[in-house]
């Protein structure tokens, strides 16, 4: 199993952007797929976007040519770049991680970090 900790979150202007920040730790982080899911108040956590252990990646519709994750498997770390943000992106955003691939892109994931609270002001 890997612990995961999530930063960045904060509250933002539309049009503004953020950087979230995913720090792992207790495993080899790279042999672990990652992703971000976010979960609206009342909502289901839906995937936002994953990253692959081989460096593939998928991203939710919604998101694509604004949002950018990336891994540094040096530094145990996963980022999600989010630029030109939507007031209905408003949400927890969470870090997950698993062996399996889909397990990160299914919402299964074995790990999960606390969450960041990403708020966007219209």
């Known amino acids: 199993q890997v612990q995961l900790l999530e930063s960045g979150g904060g509250l933002v202007q539309a049009g503004g952007s953020l950087r979230l920040s995913c720090t792992a730790s207790?495993?080899?982080?790279?042999?672990?797929?990652m992703g971000w899911l976010s979960q609206a108040p009342g909502k289901e956590r839906e995937l936002v976007a994953a990253?692959?252990?081989?460096?593939?990646?998928k991203y939710d519709d919604s998101v694509k040519g604004r949002f950018t994750i990336s891994r540094d498997n040096s530094a145990n770390t996963v980022h999600l770049q989010m630029n030109n943000l939507k007031p209905s992106e408003t949400a927890v955003y969470y870090c997950?991680?698993?062996?399996?691939?889909?397990?990160?892109?299914?919402?299964?994931?074995?790990?999960w970090g606390q969450g960041t609270q990403v708020t966007v002001c219209p």
């Open positions: 207790g495993d080899d982080f790279s042999l672990y797929n």
């Open positions: 997950a991680g698993d062996r399996c691939l889909l397990a990160v892109v299914s919402g299964t994931g074995e790990s």
């Open positions: 990253i692959a252990v081989g460096g593939s990646t």
